[in-house]
T-cell receptor
Framework: QKEVEQNSGPLSVPEGAIASLNCTYS??????FFWYRQYSGKSPELIMF????GDKEDGRFTAQLNKASQYVSLLIRDSQPSDSATYLC????????FGAGTRLTVKP | GAVVSQHPSRVICKSGTSVKIECRSL??????MFWYRQFPKQSLMLMAT?????????EQGVEKDKFLINHASLTLSTLTVTSAHPEDSSFYIC?????????????FGPGTRLTVL
């Protein structure tokens, strides 16, 4: 079983819709969780981190964490074409482990 | 967020030569840095963990004699690809660990695109 799993996509949503990106992890002892955005040909950029159960909002982005279900998600409201990228979920166990990423396409 | 730089951003070299890539933390001290490689349309692959003042820890399958890592100061780690071959052509990205309370975060450098002819 992979340590951090993401649906590879591609996930396609129309402009203005809500994009929902999901991630599951295997280590119940994980304490902190991260979402990175990676544009094609660029390095990953940190969007948000979360370490408490529940929701954390930052602008159009909301991270949701459910430790009991070992599940973390990222919601992007009012999606824009500029949000089109690969989104990486990362989980901090002893070291940070990355998922393979979900490719999101926002269509105008 | 914390700023991490890499140099060079792009390098083209002949097969058999060695290439050095620098990773610097610009506004903080990084006791731990990481080196990743990413092939086109594939996910990040951790190559090694670089700790200041000690030997790097390499992931399984990564040749330590081919990918030399030096972390001589709290702001600089270098990766040297020795005797590079075309199959080493890839996007090499470093990151630096930042300890911020509960959250132990990594910030990435902009990456170095290596092309070996």
């Amino acid at each position: 079983q992979k340590e951090v799993e993401q649906n590879s996509g591609p996930l396609s949503v129309p402009e203005g819709a809500i994009a929902s990106l999901n991630c599951t992890y295997s280590d119940r002892g994980s304490q902190s969780f991260f979402w990175y955005r990676q544009y094609s040909g660029k390095s990953p950029e940190l969007i948000m981190f979360i370490y408490s159960n529940g929701d954390k909002e930052d602008g159009r982005f909301t991270a949701q964490l459910n430790k009991a279900s070992q599940y973390v998600s990222l919601l992007i409201r009012d999606s824009q074409p500029s949000d089109s990228a690969t989104y990486l979920c990362a989980v901090n166990e002893n070291d940070m482990r990355f998922g393979a990423g979900t490719r999101l396409t926002v269509k105008p | 967020g914390a700023v991490v730089s890499q140099h060079p951003s792009r390098v083209i070299c002949k097969s058999g030569t060695s290439v050095k890539i620098e990773c610097r933390s610009l506004d903080f001290q990084a006791t731990t840095m990481f080196w990743y490689r990413q092939f086109p349309k594939q996910s990040l692959m951790l190559m090694a963990t670089s700790n200041e003042g000690s030997k790097a820890t390499y992931e399984q399958g990564v040749e330590k004699d081919k990918f030399l890592i030096n972390h001589a100061s709290l702001t600089l780690s270098t990766l040297t690809v020795t005797s590079a071959h075309p199959e080493d052509s890839s996007f090499y990205i470093c990151s630096a660990r930042v300890l911020a309370g509960v959250a132990d975060t990594q910030y990435f450098g902009p990456g170095t695109r290596l092309t070996v002819l």
